[in-house]
């Protein structure tokens, strides 16, 4: 909160809290070790480190894909270490969250896959059925206009491109009317012009809807471009915390424990 | 070509003449069991002439119309009651009796288990045993088939379920849905056609299966053909398995054309 360089963040609200956060697996592999950190409103953080080094637990430790297993997490307000189901679900409709494989319904249509976020805040009968109210699919209509694919809404999902696919998991997540938005390697299976379309798509949403954004990325030059301030992991402790701007070639060493090379870059120069 | 090394011994091949002994000991004392006689064989062929003649028109229609059309119209009625409610019933337990969907492993294996002790009931004898316990008639030759249905369609649509992408039901629960939505909409449009496809596949069997029911008085074409074989009204027997053959043979072109086109 003592972070000058993020400003807008400054004054805003604390949504997620890290506090001496560790991450034990059942298998025995500690992810994170005693993580302290604190993300505000409208924030666009992107987390970087090396494969195993964290940042896919750091995210799915805030909507409680992975629990914590030492210190707690405090998200939009609730502890979640020993949270309920039904308070967890309460918190996650909050939570949007979007992947690498997009996990969109490939049989169903694209207007299908964007309800599907409604779901929580649905009641239980509604939602068997999936009776959607005319709000809930007025919300959906906006959600596509958003990412530009309104005109896709009654194609199947898995006849559109990785790209489009994409952008409606956006559409789904936004649909939650989410407060936070995680985004795990979101761009990992894209080409480089699509990819950085995505990262734009993100960050005005992020700026637009004051959203509370995280994204793990590879590309540290991405991370560079985009974030407003940049999680640096090694070895599942934070390395790095600052904006991505001021990161210094000691500073990238210190996360990937070796000079930068090419293929830690995505390139603006491959388009 | 003829200098090559000599072969070594052959061993003497124990195993293909022991297991060929006792494969003829078991063949001759199982065709015993049957009293297979070539006489009797030859004595009963005009009765199955007779029969044969019998499926070959002019047929009296008055008995096609009055009395067979009915009960095989009862059959079908049978078949695609038990195979559409059967699979209704089936859809909820296949979910439960998979590892990806099931809330826990009690769950899972607990289902898998009921599901597999279904299966083992044979449905002639799960029908005779409800007729004997609701009385003679359509009803239990439904629920032997409904029982039938269930078990088919929730272990085949169980190994289905095994197989599909989990990442949309992750993507729901994420959103703060509850297993049972996850269920319905993250894993059910992913095997709604096989769904399909498999109630399609219980109801050709159950069509055939309907047909022999009334033979244990579960209602159907089945207790036609029972009295009419025991009047010895070999025409009328010739005409039932004419039409049933022909009932049967329409429903499973049509059901796997259908199916074909699903999955």
């Not at chain 1, 697996?25 to 953080?45: C, K, M, Q, R, S």
């Not at chain 2, 002994?21 to 007779?50: C, E, H, M, Y």
């Not at chain 2, 009796?97 to 002639?124: C, G, H, M």
Request: aromatic residues 8%.
């Amino acid at each position: 909160m003592s972070d000058v360089s993020t400003g807008v963040a400054a004054k805003a609200a604390t949504l997620v809290s890290f506090k001496n956060t560790s991450v034990t697996y059942p298998n025995g592999f500690t992810a994170l070790t005693d993580v302290n950190l604190e993300f505000h409103e409208g924030e666009f953080i992107v987390v970087v480190g090396l494969s195993g080094a964290g940042k896919s637990t750091l995210i799915r430790t805030i909507n409680r894909l992975v629990p914590p297993t030492g210190g707690d997490v405090n998200v939009l307000g609730t502890p979640i270490r020993n949270i309920s189901d039904a308070n967890l679900r309460k918190t996650r409709r909050r939570i949007g969250m979007i992947f690498q494989n997009y996990n969109l319904v490939r049989r169903s249509s694209v207007l299908a896959n964007v309800l599907t976020g409604r779901l929580g805040d649905l009641p239980t009968w509604r939602a068997l059925l999936g009776l959607y109210t005319k709000s809930d699919t007025d919300l959906a209509i906006k959600c596509l206009t958003r990412v530009g694919i309104l005109d896709k809404a009654y194609n199947r999902a898995d006849q559109l491109s990785g790209g489009q696919q994409q952008r409606v998991a956006i559409a789904r997540a936004l649909a939650q009317q989410p407060r936070i938005l995680l985004a795990d390697e979101p761009v990992a299976s894209l080409d480089p012009p699509t990819a950085h379309q995505v990262m734009r798509d993100l960050k005005a949403l992020s700026r637009e809807e004051g959203l509370l954004t995280i994204v793990n990325l590879h590309f540290v030059d991405m991370a560079m471009e985009y974030a407003d301030r940049v999680i640096g992991l090694h070895a599942g402790t934070v390395v790095y915390d600052g904006p991505g701007a001021d990161m210094t070639e000691a500073d990238f060493e210190r996360i990937y424990q070796r000079k930068i090379r090419p293929d830690d870059m995505r390139g603006a120069a491959e388009h | 070509m003829s200098t090559h090394p000599a072969l070594p011994k052959r061993p003497f091949p124990w195993m293909s003449v022991v297991g060929t002994a006792i494969t003829a000991v078991i063949l001759i004392w199982s065709v015993q069991g049957t009293k297979f006689n070539l006489w009797v064989l030859a004595d009963g062929l005009p009765n199955v002439l007779r029969f044969f003649k019998g499926m070959l028109p002019p047929w009296p229609m008055d008995f096609v119309t009055g009395q067979l059309i009915p009960p095989m119209v009862e059959t079908i009625r049978i078949a695609l009651a038990a195979s559409m409610l059967g699979a209704a019933l089936a859809l909820p337990v296949a979910f439960m009796a998979s590892s990806t969907v099931a809330p826990n492993k009690w769950v899972y294996q607990i289902t898998r288990n009921l599901l597999n002790l279904v299966r083992t009931i044979p449905d002639l004898v799960l029908a005779a045993l409800l007729a004997s316990a609701f009385g003679i008639g359509a009803f239990p030759g439904f629920l032997a088939l409904l029982v039938f249905s269930f078990g088919v369609v929730a272990k085949l649509l169980a190994d289905t379920v095994e197989t599909i992408d989990r990442g949309p039901m992750d993507a729901i629960a994420t959103t703060g849905a509850t297993r049972i939505l996850q269920a319905r909409h993250g894993v059910f449009p992913q095997i709604a056609p096989e769904f399909i496809a498999y109630t399609l596949y219980a109801f050709e069997i159950n069509v055939r299966a309907a047909t022999v029911l009334g033979l244990v008085g579960a209602g159907g074409v089945g207790v036609l053909l029972k009295t009419q074989i025991a009047f010895l009204n070999y025409t009328n027997v010739g005409i039932i398995t004419a039409v049933t053959f022909a009932v049967v043979m329409l429903i499973d072109t049509l059901s796997s054309t259908i199916r074909r086109r699903l999955v």
